[in-house]
């Protein structure tokens, strides 16, 4: 089973950035789409960005224009790089890999979550 370890998460203050990792344990045999999740506490877990297996990718809303989401196939690593942070930012980031393990096993990993808290 691969394994998602995050790491990249403190504390900044507004107007700050941060840069996520979330590095896989060995390679995924097929991947068909990787994210980014938050959550607060209290609230539900929320789509942030997504990079899909040709390179296209979307973001909400909230993020749009502040936040990009990129892969490095050969570390089998996926990054979140935040920038502009706003205190609604705070919450748990989660990384997300749909895909396959094996030619006939999919896969819904995630990472252990990583703490983003933004306050002055």
């Known amino acids: 089973q691969v394994q998602l370890v995050e790491s990249g998460g403190g504390l900044v203050q507004p107007g700050g950035s941060l840069r996520l990792s979330c590095a896989a344990s060995e390679s995924i045999f097929s991947i068909y789409v990787m994210g980014w999740y938050r959550q607060a506490p209290g609230k539900q877990r929320e789509l942030v960005a997504v990079i899909r297996s040709g390179g296209n990718t979307n973001y909400a809303d909230s993020v749009k224009g502040r936040f990009t989401i990129s892969r490095d196939t050969a570390k089998n690593t996926l990054y979140l790089q935040m920038n502009s942070l706003k205190p609604e930012d705070t919450a748990v980031y989660y990384c997300?890999?749909?895909?396959?393990?094996?030619?006939?096993?999919?896969?819904?990993?995630w990472g252990q979550g990583t703490q983003v808290t933004v306050s002055s």
């Open positions: 997300n890999v749909k895909g396959r393990a094996t030619m006939t096993s999919r896969v819904d990993l």
